[in-house]
């Protein structure tokens, strides 16, 4: 069965993006860069893909992303409708509508639609954001990779933003990077 993976950059204090849905102020790290354009380049969004020099690289990890509408519009804010033309893309929205065939509005309850998603054939699912729809798929994530990077904020978008329910994760690996940035992943217990 295939694996729902949070895979998302936060600052210290937990947050995924500033109070407006900005995220410019995190660090672009070569050595951050470098090892996860290498361990999974289908995250690199379709127009940095040539820049990255992975205009060719195939999916490793995942061929699905996941994402809530405040994580989709800043791309359709700069005409890009299709983020991810390279996988197969989901956005949960009970209020836009598509701007692109390429990409899949989705309005019903995100849990049984990712849990369908699961049962199909495929590489593993990745849950890109917002800190929303990680709190409604919280039950349904199997592991996380979260890349922490040594700033502060104060307030914004939350990991999580969702209602109380203890839902535990073992770490299964840990990286620190020189940039000060570390890699953390999980697994759901």
Same mark, same amino acid.
């Given at each position: 069965?295939?694996? +729902?993976?949070?895979?998302?950059?936060?600052? @210290?204090?937990?947050? $995924?993006?500033?109070?407006?849905?900005?995220?410019?102020? *995190?660090?672009?790290?070569?050595?951050?860069?470098?090892?996860?354009?290498?361990?999974?380049?289908?995250?690199? !969004?379709? &127009?940095?893909?040539?820049?990255?020099? +992975?205009?060719?690289?195939?999916? +490793?990890? *995942?061929?699905?992303?996941?994402?809530?509408?405040?994580?989709?519009?800043?791309?359709?804010?700069?005409?890009?409708? #299709? !983020?991810?033309? &390279? +996988?197969? /893309?989901?956005?949960? #929205?009970?209020? @836009?509508?598509?701007?692109? !065939?390429?990409?899949?509005?989705? #309005?019903?309850?995100?849990?049984?639609?990712?849990? /369908?998603?699961?049962? /199909?054939?495929?590489?593993?699912?990745? @849950?890109?954001?917002?800190?929303?729809?990680?709190? /409604?798929?919280?039950?349904?994530?199997?592991?996380?990779?979260?890349?922490?990077? !040594?700033?502060?904020?104060?307030?914004? $978008?939350?990991? *999580?933003?969702?209602?109380?329910?203890?839902?535990?994760?073992?770490?299964?690996?840990?990286?620190?990077?020189?940039?000060?940035? #570390?890699?953390?992943?999980?697994?759901?217990?």
């Amino acid at each position: 069965m295939r694996k +729902l993976t949070y895979y998302v950059a936060t600052t @210290l204090d937990g947050f $995924i993006a500033g109070p407006d849905g900005e995220f410019d102020f *995190f660090p672009l790290e070569p050595d951050v860069l470098a090892a996860m354009n290498a361990e999974v380049p289908e995250t690199v !969004p379709t &127009h940095i893909r040539p820049a990255a020099g +992975l205009t060719d690289a195939p999916n +490793l990890r *995942f061929d699905t992303v996941l994402m809530g509408r405040g994580t989709y519009e800043p791309a359709l804010k700069e005409g890009i409708t #299709s !983020p991810y033309a &390279h +996988l197969r /893309q989901y956005v949960f #929205s009970r209020t @836009l509508n598509s701007a692109d !065939p390429a990409v899949e509005i989705v #309005s019903a309850d995100p849990v049984p639609f990712v849990r /369908q998603l699961k049962q /199909q054939a495929g590489l593993d699912i990745w @849950l890109s954001g917002g800190g929303n729809l990680a709190g /409604q798929l919280r039950t349904e994530i199997d592991d996380m990779v979260i890349k922490r990077y !040594p700033l502060v904020i104060g307030a914004g $978008i939350p990991l *999580f933003d969702g209602p109380f329910g203890p839902t535990g994760f073992t770490v299964t690996g840990t990286r620190a990077f020189e940039s000060g940035t #570390s890699v953390t992943t999980y697994i759901r217990t």
